[in-house]
């Protein structure tokens, strides 16, 4: 505390600051929640199309016991099937964090190295549009 009691202000909200540090740290703690494991490095990248997340020591003790003794499709497989379960939850942390609509989600793993890389695509102006003419109540991007 600051002399007088007072304690010292915070400063604002991280997601008002570092939408990208943002959205490394909700994947990860996703991955953890709903696997088990987290990844131990994830870094975002972005531009005007799009999100791209690495994450980096993604597998779990079973899955690297698995490719270790030749059922890598298997660990693909499982993964992929976690991917499509999970899309709605990481496509979430991308709109609220960068305030924009995904159109598309892509991902993919690969083992040795360690990776997984989330695509999450924007949707384009004439998208939104085309998509406000359908659904009268939505909000279409000025």
Known sequence: ???GGVAPQRDPAPSKRDP???IARRIVQ???EYSGKGPTKVRA???DDMVIVLMRDIYTTVEQTLAREGREEAVLD???AFQEVMNT???KVIEEEMGRKVSAFMS???HNPDLSVEIFVFETDAEAAAAAAA???RVSPE
């Open 89 to 91: 939850r990481y496509i």
């Open 30 to 32: 996703l991955q953890k």
């Open 20 to 22: 990208l540090g943002n």
């Open 45 to 47: 990248h972005a531009n």
């Open 1 to 3: 505390m600051s002399s």
């Open 135 to 137: 659904e009268p109540d």
């Open 78 to 80: 499982q993964r992929h």
């Open 108 to 110: 993919t793993n690969h």
